[in-house]
């Protein structure tokens, strides 16, 4: 078994919780919030789901080996959490609301490592990239833990600050949010000594109704930093100046014309970014403008930890892309796949970057819907149809209820496209459509799926 973590008692102590014990004082040496996850020594937190309560799965998260459960007050009865709890001869810790309680409960984990770098990452996109890379520079020099995959929600940051260990000295998490207050309850979590917004965009905006709101979500991960903290802002953004407003700590702007020792940064198309970074030259293997951006959020980071200039050409160079995060794959068709996520701003970037790019043989756009837009989806839409009728895609591909504003642009502009909800149908005429040595784009919003076309545009049967 992995080493304790924390003992039961002293967890429930720290974050001021009732304890019913029907065990001897014991610890626990990992954290689920999924009793099918759960191993022997497991601290279960019992979360209220859409779809679900994780009430119902105390008895089998004891059965699975979990020490303890963190359960709320007002369900000790309905779902007999005593009784099972004593059956087991396992701890429960009652707390009056578990979601809270999970934050609180890696708020004073994290306390027990004063002198690890703590590093905050939000921004409408571009986060778990900016991520990766300042893990990968600062991770040459110091012994550094982060989020796994995009762990980044009011749940999954918790979780993830369990996987710090007293030998960690610094530590880099991305901060997502989908709803009011969920930067400031994982930033409360955090408490970082450094915090970096990437961009100020419209994702999510279904839940917040208008940028200004964005804006002071993202903002409220400088809210838990010291005068001590650095709050890093993107210079270029057009939100830049309001974010760095009553920011307590230093406030520093980053970007390309930021740095003395970056010299050059040139194109290479598909094959990423080749950097000239204080002498030495970089090749960074993320294509476009906008990991560029990323780059130079985790190179802004970097400085300030501080680590060499060997260990971010060495970071730098480290990286590859992430599933559906702008990758390259090649075959029948190049394939860029950067359908993981989309926005408005993460669409016309993608599409800019294919323009830009030279290229021998046709290109193809397909692009699905933008989805979590909300009131704003038919003009942001519309919008993305008239980007298309300007593009220079040969062919264009449309998927999903959302995209049918863009095609309406498209056909004002008498500009030809195909539109469909029905993925089996765009892969069969996409299928019909592409040729060997056409260059294919595939965005859109995670709902979409449209890695499902990969096989089939590369090649593959």
């Not at 699975?64 to 001869?89: I, P, Q, T, W, Y």
């Amino acid at each position: 078994m992995d080493s304790e973590l924390m003992g039961v008692g002293e967890l429930s102590n720290s974050i001021g919780a009732r304890r019913i014990s029907f065990s001897t004082d014991c610890g626990f040496s990992s954290v689920s919030i999924d009793s099918r996850n759960v191993k022997e020594g497991s601290l279960f937190f019992a979360l209220e789901g859409s779809s679900s309560d994780g009430h119902s799965f105390v008895s089998a998260a004891f059965s699975a080996g979990a020490r303890a459960a963190v359960v709320d007050c007002a369900k000790l009865e309905s779902f007999d959490l005593v009784n099972a709890a004593e059956k087991a001869g396992k701890d429960l810790i009652v707390v009056e609301n578990t979601l809270k309680g999970l934050q609180d409960s890696a708020r004073v984990y994290l306390e027990k490592f004063p002198n690890m770098l703590k590093i905050g990452i939000t921004g409408s996109s571009g986060k778990t990239t900016t991520k990766e890379i300042t893990a990968a520079i600062i991770g040459g020099e110091k012994n550094t833990v982060k989020n796994a995959g995009n762990l980044n929600s009011e749940t999954g940051l918790p979780l993830s600050v369990f996987e710090a260990r007293s030998f960690h000295e610094a530590g880099v998490f991305e901060l997502g949010m989908n709803k009011k207050g969920e930067i400031s309850g994982t930033a409360s979590v955090l408490k970082p000594n450094i915090a970096l917004i990437t961009n100020i965009g419209t994702a999510h905006i279904e839940y917040f109704g208008n940028k200004a709101e964005i804006l002071k979500e993202k903002k409220c991960i400088f809210n838990y930093m010291t005068d001590n903290g650095i709050a890093l802002i993107p210079k270029d953004d057009e939100c830049a100046q309001e974010l760095s407003n009553g920011v307590a700590g230093t406030v520093r702007f980053y970007g390309t014309e930021m740095f003395p020792e970056l010299e050059q940064t040139r194109s290479l198309g598909l094959e990423g970014t080749e950097i000239l970074w204080a002498g030495q030259k970089i090749h960074f293997a993320l294509p476009g403008k906008h990991n560029l951006h990323d780059a130079m959020a985790a190179i802004a980071i970097a400085k300030e930890v501080p680590v060499s200039d060997s260990a971010i050409k060495k970071g730098l160079e480290s990286v590859k892309p992430l599933f559906g995060r702008f990758e390259i794959l090649k075959g029948r068709t190049s394939l860029i796949r950067d359908c993981y996520n989309a926005n408005p701003e993460s669409t016309a970037k993608s599409i800019d970057f294919c323009d830009s790019a030279g290229w021998q043989g046709r290109k193809v756009y397909v692009i699905g819907d933008m989805l979590e837009l909300g009131e704003t989806s038919r003009p942001a839409h519309a919008q993305i149809g008239d980007l298309l009728s300007q593009s220079k895609a040969d062919g264009i591909f449309l998927f999903g209820k959302e995209t049918i504003h863009a095609a309406s642009r498209l056909s004002l502009k008498n500009r030809p496209f195909f539109h469909t909800e029905d993925i089996d149908e765009l892969s069969e005429v996409l299928d019909g459509y592409v040729q060997t040595g056409d260059l294919v784009l595939l965005k859109g919003s995670r709902g979409c799926a449209l890695e499902r076309l990969s096989e089939m545009l590369l090649g593959g049967k």
